[in-house]
């Protein structure tokens, strides 16, 4: 099975496909005029996502929903249950509404009834996700879904835009700290920028390598560095690589080596999903 982060600058879409068919998605941001996950899920014969896991409600991680509905069957919904619809859009009305795909998130969200309906063998593909309760956070960040995908025994963490408060509340569980001893791919939670860094969490995390979900700078703040966390992996063409950016190398593939290590290649055109 491989793991797919998707170039939809600053966005957030990531896919996981076993190879009996089995479907994940993780949020389903784009990139006009490049990447629409709606189209290259069509143009390899997806038509069913059987878990579609919903970081949080911000335009950028859902902005292709709309098209993707037309396009997929989604079986499932993840997504963190304290909020309701209707503090949301509060929180979206104070600054400046919502976009056609988050309306189309929250109708998900205020219609979809949880069940758990049948599934493929997702060939020893786990996901466990966490996430902080609404009212003790108000804010969409800290309010993020952090899954904790397990391929094969190589671990990913998908946070979000997750901050630092966010992080220090889930590190008081032993659960959230043991999981986070587990990974070896961290995807940098908030596009890399400052608000999303916790050293903290490296006290508990020995990620291989960190990826950056990104486009063009845009903030002072997406500035952090976090090659000091990460062990680094053999990358093509010799050296190793201790942060990988779908801003600088494209879509990124995650795949286990069998051993326990996460593979990792990236290039500029989509992959074979």
Not at 4 to 23: D, E, Q, R, Y
Not at 48 to 74: E, G, K, N, P, W
Not at 216 to 229: K, L, T, V
Request: net charge negative.
């Amino acid at each position: 099975m491989k793991l797919h982060i998707f170039n939809v600058g600053h966005g957030s879409c990531a896919l996981l496909k076993t190879s009996n068919g089995g479907v994940m998605l993780f949020d389903c941001g784009h990139s006009d005029g490049s990447f629409h996950p709606s189209i290259a899920l069509a143009n390899n014969g997806i038509t069913i996502i059987h878990r579609f896991y919903l970081s949080h409600f911000d335009a950028d991680h859902v902005s292709d929903l709309t098209a993707l509905r037309r396009a997929c069957a989604i079986n499932a919904l993840f997504r963190n249950r304290t909020l309701s619809g209707q503090v949301i859009r509060a929180d979206k009305g104070a600054v400046g509404g919502t976009t056609l795909g988050l309306d189309n998130a929250l109708y998900r969200h205020d219609t979809y009834i949880h069940h758990m309906p049948i599934e493929p063998d997702f060939q020893g593909v786990n996901v466990l996700s966490f996430f902080n309760s609404y009212p003790a956070f108000t804010d969409m960040n800290n309010l993020s879904l952090v899954s904790f995908v397990d391929m094969a025994g190589v671990g990913v963490l998908i946070p979000g835009d997750l901050e630092r408060a966010g992080w220090l509340k889930l590190l008081e569980r032993e659960d959230f700290r043991n999981m986070s001893g587990r990974v070896h791919v961290f995807v940098a939670s908030h596009h890399g920028r400052e608000n999303g860094y916790c050293r903290e969490v490296f006290d508990y995390c020995k990620p291989q390598v960190v990826i950056v979900s990104d486009t063009d700078r845009q903030y002072e703040s997406q500035e952090h560095c976090y090659d000091s966390h990460a062990t680094g992996i053999n990358w093509l063409g010799g050296g190793k690589r201790y942060v990988v950016t779908t801003r600088s190398d494209g879509h990124i593939t995650i795949a286990a080596d069998g051993n326990g290590r996460a593979t990792v290649t990236a290039s500029g055109f989509i992959p074979v999903l």
